[in-house]
């Protein structure tokens, strides 16, 4: 029901696009985070956008250069990547949170995750 899809190769200093495509039964009211898994690190909090679209939060390390934003007619939620670096390199993952929920900055605080998408930051 969630999908991210988008990732690639993409070298220092560069841009990515990741889109989220959520079914339309539950894209409606959720809040959407993005979360990223490293090799050998823990899952974390990238980004969130509330079921609204009125607040979005970020985590420190991509303030200013990571954008998420949602289209509600298309049922999506993207993750604009700029000026990535190597530390930027994991599977990046949406998840839905429940109805009518803010965004959340924890795994446990999500209901439904989609299949990542792998992003590498390499020249």
């Known amino acids: 029901q969630l999908q991210a899809s988008g990732g690639g190769l993409v070298q220092p200093g560069g841009s990515l696009r990741l889109s989220c495509a959520v079914s339309?039964?539950?894209?409606?009211?959720?809040?959407i985070g993005w979360f990223r898994h490293a090799p050998g690190k823990e899952r974390d909090f990238v980004a969130g956008i509330t079921w609204n679209g009125d607040s979005t939060l970020y985590a420190d390390s991509v303030k200013g250069r990571f954008t998420t934003s949602r289209d509600n007619a298309k049922n999506t939620v993207s993750l604009q990547m700029n000026s990535v670096q190597a530390e930027d390199t994991a599977v990046y993952s949406c998840a839905a949170r429940r109805p009518w929920a803010a965004v959340g900055t924890t795994a446990s605080d999500y209901d439904y995750w989609g299949q990542g998408t792998l992003v590498t930051v390499s020249s």
């Open positions: 339309a039964s539950m894209f409606s009211f959720r809040s």
